[in-house]
Nanobody, 124 residues
Framework: QVQLVESGGGLVQAGDSLRLSCAAS????????MGWFRQAPGKEREFVGG???????SYADSVKGRFTISRDNAKKTVYLQMNNLKPEDTAVYFC??????????????????WGQGTQVTVSS
């Protein structure tokens, strides 16, 4: 089973950038589709984007063109580069691992392992 730890969150101003990291341990990262999700207070968890084990990426419309996901399997780390942040991006961000060699899903129910989350706060 893969364990995940997010880092890189913080308080920034609108227009700033942040890079979140998701470090995996326990098993090689390479077979897993990896998703990034976020949850704002009082709102449901939502899919931000993800990266398939092949490197193919998918993004929510709300972040397309601003966020970029990448992975470094040798470092067992997945990254979420967030540019031009907006106050509505404020949330706890989670990374999650899907099923080994499985599809990249937008539904959180399809992910088996989750990190503890990292807070991102964007002030206006």
């Amino acid at each position: 089973q893969v364990q995940l730890v997010e880092s890189g969150g913080g308080l920034v101003q609108a227009g700033d950038s942040l890079r979140l990291s998701c470090a995996a341990s326990g098993l090689p990262l390479s077979p897993y589709p990896m998703g990034w999700f976020r949850q704002a207070p009082g709102k449901e968890r939502e899919f931000v984007g993800g990266i398939h084990h092949t490197g193919l990426t998918s993004y929510a419309d709300s972040v397309k063109g601003r966020f970029t996901i990448s992975r470094d399997n040798a470092k067992k780390t997945v990254y979420l580069q967030m540019n031009n942040l907006k106050p509505e991006d404020t949330a706890v961000y989670f990374c999650a691992a899907g099923k080994s060699y499985g599809p990249l899903l937008k539904n959180g129910a399809g992910y088996t392992n989750w990190g503890q989350g990292t807070q991102v706060t964007v002030s206006s």
